[in-house]
């Protein structure tokens, strides 16, 4: 990880975010980045970092081309100026102010330290009032990317608003994105969070923070279609009666790919519901991490929650590890967790074959199947619909 210290030698510009950026490099320099001995990422060498020096600049991808009518906000071209946005949209940096009193842990954070050690804008999106089509959020990397980015972005959703958020997460270089997102739900808002993750060469280190409000709702659709290494941390913070979070997730990973997905949903008080259902399928040598976590803190009565996560391995190469955790310290809850690992269901193949099916295609219905989870639950049909034929095209 020498190479990434090595960028922290560069304060940066003297700015409003001066004060903020040597905090935060002081903290990730006490601390480290993370290796295999730290339980968050036991699973996830960053070897592949240490053979890089990110000396390369930045270079944006392509605008995304998309077969529904939507709000399109290109993260990586915000510096070069702000888009046009409809009325209950606004977008604007945010004051180092609002910063000034972040605080994450050690080793485990050291990604969210270095996003704020190499922040250049913070930026502030509010969304007023229901939204009549999906947004998309576009972070994008070109061929030439060989540096180090670090996006962020705070989210806040009104009292009564409403949005299809869609996260288009697309790489096509070898530096290192580092992403972070705060989002905050007020009372009776709702949002449809779609994350639609296409890796390169490049790693890709995203965490995303929710704070949900009394009957307010956050449901989260995460489709990793691979990449060198992906790393997604989701916390959901469960804050008054009648929220809900709800997560829907799939990880493919090929040879030579890792996608690694921690998930928290925090049941702070009671009254609260959640649900988590989350899918891998690794082929080749590809290795999958899937760790999911729900929390019912003490005095969360009358809370609700369900885990479940199933992997599928197709070949006898790659590797999934996969750990469900339930956390109960109230009464009067429901809570249950399970998790499967296998393969193709030869029965299934076989009764497909009998009925004249060639091998190849039989294997990729039984996988579209199985994979179909988290875009089946995105409500706008447009997106469904998209996001189906997405990952078709994968599989």
């Known amino acids: 990880m020498s190479a990434l210290l090595e960028r922290l030698e560069n304060s940066g510009p003297a700015d409003a975010y001066a004060e903020l950026r040597q905090r935060a490099r002081k903290a990730l320099m006490s601390h480290g980045f993370p290796d295999l001995k730290t339980e968050a990422w036991k699973y996830t060498s960053l070897r592949v970092l240490d053979k890089r020096d990110f000396s390369g600049g930045f270079t944006a991808g392509e605008a995304p081309s998309l ?29 180092a102010s609002a910063l000034a009193e972040l605080e994450y842990g050690g080793r485990e954070d050291a990604f969210a330290w270095f996003n704020l050690a190499r922040l250049s804008t913070a930026w502030r999106l509010r969304i007023e009032r229901p939204l009549e089509r999906p947004l998309v959020l576009c972070v994008d990397t070109g061929a030439e990317f060989a540096g180090d980015w670090h996006p962020r972005l705070h989210i806040q959703l009104a009292e009564g608003a409403s949005a299809t958020l869609i996260d288009l997460q697309q790489d096509q270089g070898s530096g290192l994105m580092n992403l972070v997102q705060d989002i905050d739900l007020a009372a009776g808002s709702q949002l449809e969070h779609v994350i639609e993750r296409q890796g390169h060469e490049s790693a890709i280190v995203a965490r995303t923070n929710v704070e949900v409000g009394k009957d307010a709702s956050y449901r989260a659709r995460l489709l990793d279609l ?29 040879s030579k790919q890792h996608v690694d997905v921690h998930t928290c949903i925090d049941h702070r008080v009671g009254h609260t519901t959640s649900r988590e259902a989350f899918r891998m399928l690794a082929d080749g040598t590809g290795v999958g991490v899937f760790n ?55 029965d299934a193949v076989f009764y497909l074959r009998s009925r004249g099916v060639p091998l190849d295609q039989a294997a990729s219905l039984l996988k579209r199947g199985f994979a179909r989870l988290p875009v089946d639950a995105v409500a706008d049909e447009a997106v469904h619909d998209w996001l189906g034929e997405t990952l078709d095209r994968r599989l």
């Open 226 to 254: 691979g990449g060198r290494l992906h790393r997604q941390d989701l916390r959901i913070h469960l804050n008054d009666a009648g929220a809900h979070g709800e997560i829907d997730g799939l990880g493919l990973i090929d």
């Open 67 to 95: 077969p529904f009518e939507a709000d399109l906000i290109r993260v990586s071209a915000l510096d070069q100026g702000l888009p046009s946005l409809p009325d209950g949209l606004s977008l604007e940096p945010m004051p």
């Open 292 to 346: 999911g976590r729900i929390h019912i803190a003490r005095g969360a009565d009358d809370s609700h929650s369900d885990l479940n996560t199933a992997n599928l391995l197709l070949s006898d190469s790659a590797r999934i590890n996969t750990k469900p955790e339930l956390e109960i310290y109230a009464e009067d809850v429901t809570a249950s967790h399970g998790a499967t690992i296998g393969q193709l269901d030869e």
